[in-house]
C-alpha cells in the first residue's frame, strides 16, 4: 500500500507531536488546517496521546475502507481501553451501558452478519424508494421556512436543521408527530457519544436508556402486526433471524440519530459555506433546481458532517510504510481526505459546479453509508428551498461554536437573518 503514499512522505515523515490533540480549541473550531499539516507530514500517523492510528490521506483512507477482512468494524467489542478523552470517575460504570448499545449497532458488525443485518433494511433506502419521500420531504421544507419566514431570523440549528430531519425519520418510521419532541431529546443525548465532555456519559445513558424504552412498544406491534414503515424492516429482521429483539431496538435508536445528527450538520455547513461565499449562493439562486445536486456534493465534501470514524486492526498491515499490528485502533479522517490536493483540485475553494466529485463523506466498501439517498435527497431539498426564498443571509454572531466532538462536525448554534428578492 506503500504506493498510494507520496514517497517522500511514506520515507522519512516528519514528527507530528503537536498535532495530536485532536480535542484541542483550535481544531475543533478549524480542523482543516490542522489535518492538511497532518496529511502533508504523516498521512498515516500514530498519534501517541489517544493510543490510535489517525489516517489523513485519501488513498490511505480509500484503501482501508475498500480491505474490511483487515480492518474490523467491531471496534467497542475489541477495544478495551477506558474512553477518552476521560470522563469523570463516578460516571466510569457507565461504559458498559454504552458498550453493550453500540456493539449491537449495525455500524459495528462484520461480515458475514453485516451482511445478513443489512439486508433487511436495504430496499427501505434504495435511491427509487426514497424518490417516493421526495414530496413529502418538500413538504417538511416549506412548513418549516413558513414559520420562521415572518420572523426575518432564526436559528438554522433549533428552527430547521434539527427538527428537519425528525420530522422525516419520524413518518419513516411510523411514529406518531407529536413525539417528535420527544424523539428530538433523546437524539440529542445520544449523540454525546463521540464528544469530549467529562460528563458526557450521564446524557448519553440516560438517551440510551430511553430510546430503547420509547422503541420497545413499536417494535412488538410491528413484530405482531408488520406495516411499510421502516420500524416494520427492523422487526422484520428478528423474524428472519438476522437481528435479535435487542439488536432491532438498538438498530431502531441508530437509525434516527444517525440521520438526525449528519443531516443537521449537513445543513448548517452547507449554508456556513454558503454565507462565506456568496458568488456561490448567487449561483445557486440563479438556478436551483440545476444546481441542488452539485451543491448539496459540495457541502458533504466542503465542510463533512462527519469528520472521522474508526475501525480496530483485524490482521497486521502496511500502510504508507508503517505496520498496522492487530487490536490497534484507526481513526480515518474524512475532513482530511476530501480535501486531499492529490484528488481535488484547488480543495480548499468552495465550488458548488464541481465535477467530478468523489468525496468520502458517505464512506465506501461494505460500509458505504446505508441512509446516503435520503441524505442527499434532504440536502437537496433544504437547498433549493432556501434558494428559492432568501436573497442573502448574514450572521448574527461573529464567532460560531462547535461542538467538542471529534466524530461530528456540528454547530452549536447558528443564528442569521436574511433579505428576500425584491
Known amino acids: 500500500m506503500s504506493s498510494n503514499?507520496?514517497?517522500?512522505?511514506?520515507s522519512s515523515p516528519e514528527p507530528a507531536a503537536d498535532l495530536d490533540d485532536l480535542f484541542a480549541e483550535e481544531v475543533i473550531a478549524r480542523p482543516y488546517a490542522h489535518f492538511a499539516r497532518l496529511r502533508e507530514r504523516d498521512p498515516v500517523h500514530w498519534n501517541e496521546k489517544f493510543g490510535l492510528w489517525v489516517v489523513t490521506g485519501y488513498d490511505p483512507v480509500v484503501w482501508i475502507l475498500r480491505h474490511h477482512e483487515l480492518f474490523s468494524s467491531a471496534v467497542i467489542r475489541g477495544v478495551q481501553a477506558a474512553p477518552y478523552p476521560p470522563v469523570l470517575p463516578e460516571d466510569a460504570h457507565l461504559f458498559d451501558e454504552v458498550r453493550t448499545f453500540r456493539a449491537d449497532q449495525l455500524v459495528e458488525q462484520d461480515r458475514p452478519d453485516h451482511l445478513e443485518q443489512r439486508k433487511?433494511?436495504?430496499s427501505f433506502?434504495?435511491?427509487?424508494a426514497m424518490e417516493g419521500w421526495r414530496p413529502f420531504v418538500r413538504r417538511v421544507v416549506d412548513e418549516l421556512l413558513d414559520e420562521v419566514w415572518p420572523r426575518g431570523r432564526m436559528n438554522v440549528v433549533t428552527d430547521l436543521a434539527a427538527p428537519f430531519p425528525v420530522r422525516v425519520i419520524a413518518r419513516m418510521m411510523g411514529v406518531p408527530r407529536e413525539d417528535m419532541d420527544t424523539l428530538r431529546g433523546l437524539a440529542d443525548?445520544?449523540?454525546?457519544l463521540n464528544r469530549g465532555e467529562p460528563d458526557r456519559l450521564r446524557p448519553l445513558t440516560e438517551g440510551i436508556r430511553g430510546i430503547m424504552e420509547y422503541a420497545r412498544p413499536?417494535?412488538?406491534e410491528r413484530i405482531e402486526d408488520p406495516g411499510d414503515d421502516l420500524i416494520s424492516a427492523l422487526a422484520r429482521g428478528e423474524t428472519d433471524g438476522a437481528f435479535t429483539r435487542h439488536q432491532v431496538l438498538v438498530n431502531t435508536g441508530l437509525m434516527l440519530f444517525a440521520g438526525h445528527e449528519t443531516t443537521m450538520n449537513l445543513i448548517c455547513n452547507g449554508l456556513c459555506a454558503f454565507i462565506a461565499h456568496p458568488e456561490q449562493w448567487d449561483r445557486l439562486r440563479a438556478d436551483p433546481d440545476g444546481f441542488a445536486r452539485t451543491a448539496t456534493e459540495e457541502c458533504l465534501r466542503y465542510d463533512p458532517p462527519v469528520k472521522s470514524t474508526q475501525r480496530i486492526v483485524a490482521r497486521e498491515?502496511?500502510?504508507?510504510g508503517k505496520t498496522l499490528s492487530p487490536g490497534e485502533r484507526i481513526r480515518w479522517i474524512i475532513a482530511a481526505a476530501n480535501r486531499d490536493p492529490a484528488v481535488f483540485e484547488d480543495?480548499?475553494?468552495?465550488d458548488i459546479g464541481r465535477q467530478p466529485n468523489p468525496h468520502l463523506s458517505f464512506g465506501s466498501g461494505i460500509h458505504y453509508c446505508l441512509g446516503v439517498a435520503l441524505a442527499r435527497m434532504e440536502g437537496q431539498e433544504v437547498f433549493r428551498g432556501l434558494a428559492r426564498r432568501f436573497d442573502r443571509f448574514e450572521l448574527e454572531t461573529e464567532e460560531l461554536r462547535y461542538q467538542p466532538s471529534i466524530q461530528f462536525r456540528s454547530?452549536?448554534?447558528l443564528p442569521v437573518t436574511w433579505t428576500v428578492p425584491s
Open 5 to 10: 503514499c507520496p514517497s517522500s512522505i511514506a
Open 120 to 122: 433487511t433494511v436495504h
Open 125 to 128: 433506502f434504495t435511491p427509487t
Open 189 to 192: 443525548s445520544i449523540l454525546h
Open 218 to 220: 413499536f417494535v412488538r
Open 317 to 320: 498491515a502496511e500502510l504508507c
Open 347 to 350: 480543495p480548499d475553494r468552495f
Open 411 to 413: 454547530l452549536e448554534s
